[in-house]
């Protein structure tokens, strides 16, 4: 596993743990605009992270790598 695989899972693990947390608030509307601007950076830094992990990722078709 690559230092950059560790980084997305170690992210990844800590957007799970705030997700209850987030639902909740927004349910409730107690988020403020800082807690609900943190969580989107967090949710675009992981979408970012799965999308480069995408780009080095080798595609294999017929079990060919291209």
């Not at 989107?40 to 078709?61: H, K, M, S, W």
């Amino acid at each position: 596993m690559s230092e950059a695989d560790r980084a997305l899972l170690m992210l990844l693990g800590s957007v799970g743990i705030r997700v209850g947390e987030i639902v909740t608030g927004l349910f409730e509307d107690s988020l403020s605009c800082d807690e609900q601007t943190a969580f989107e950076q967090q949710l675009r830094e992981l979408a970012d992270g799965f999308r480069q992990r995408v780009l080095r990722t080798p595609l294999v078709i017929n079990e060919e790598v291209t």
